[in-house]
């Protein structure tokens, strides 16, 4: 197998295990802090970094040309992967449930998917097309089946905060394609968005806490609660967004995403044993519908990579 390939294969395997745990480890931290002070703490920790980053690689001369050429579209890929797709699900999982986000997450990879075939060309076929119908429909069913139950409106919220973050987070990806084709350093282009994130996110966190309070709020929080937020910074955030951007580099976007499906082996374990939510029924059916649906669109392809 060619080295490259296999490097890639390395980076996404670490991201899936990253990036499995960052769904539980979310849902935790928010019970001691909200999610806009929570994503303004993370992305000031993420912004440093990023910025020891750049000076490091400023005192060694480099120039960023690509990174200057394509500047307009790398603050859309920050916007997008940041404030946007970050800023939704922190909120989404602040309502919904991590067994709901690894059922409802699996149209994700399906949406960038179908965005490669259509700005990257990569092939598409009836069979993909039948298979992503039924996930579509085990994902519809178990997003709004907390209208049935008490207490619906607060789930079924969380649930189309999750939708709105997947299609933020797919057009995320896309973006991160085109421009790691056009030579942007990965390593450029995460920290790059980084920064984006903290210049949007602290000061609307500012404006809604006041600065005391905000302040108040992060020195205060207990030392568990300050583990989730550097674990996201730090590992979930530069960490392995360098590697996914990286990972990219020599495989498909179509490839790349399958291994998005490995990340409810880490997540549903943890949401069950640490968190104690409960596989419901409607888990359950959802799960098994979307799993036919996987299979069916997947199965060839995946067996061929």
Known sequence: MNPQRVRAYTYLLIVVLIWGASGPIIKFTLGGIDPLPFLAYRFTISA???LIF??????????????RENFPIVVLYGILAVPL?????FFALDKSTVLDLTLIGVIG?????????????????????????IVLLGVLLNSFYPIFKAGYQVR???????????FADSS????AKRVVQKKVKSGNLT??????????????AVFVYGAGNLIDTILTLPLKYHLGVWYMALLSGNLAYFLYVRGQRSIEVSEAVLFNY???LVMIPLAIFWLGEKLSASFMVGAIIIAIGLFIAEYKRSLAK
């Open 48 to 50: 440093i970094f990023s």
């Open 54 to 67: 750049f000076l490091e690689k400023i005192k060694r001369g480099r120039k960023f040309k690509q990174l």
């Open 85 to 89: 797709a970050l800023g939704i699900l």
């Open 109 to 133: 990879p399906l949406m960038v998917t179908f965005g490669g075939a259509i700005f990257f060309r990569d092939h598409f076929t009836h069979r993909e097309k039948i298979g992503i119908g």
């Open 156 to 166: 079924l919220t969380g649930n189309l905060l999750l939708l709105l973050f997947l």
């Open 172 to 175: 995320a990806t896309l973006v």
């Open 191 to 204: 920290n790059m968005a980084f920064i984006i994130g903290a210049v949007i996110l602290i000061p609307l």
């Open 262 to 264: 490995l990340q409810p």
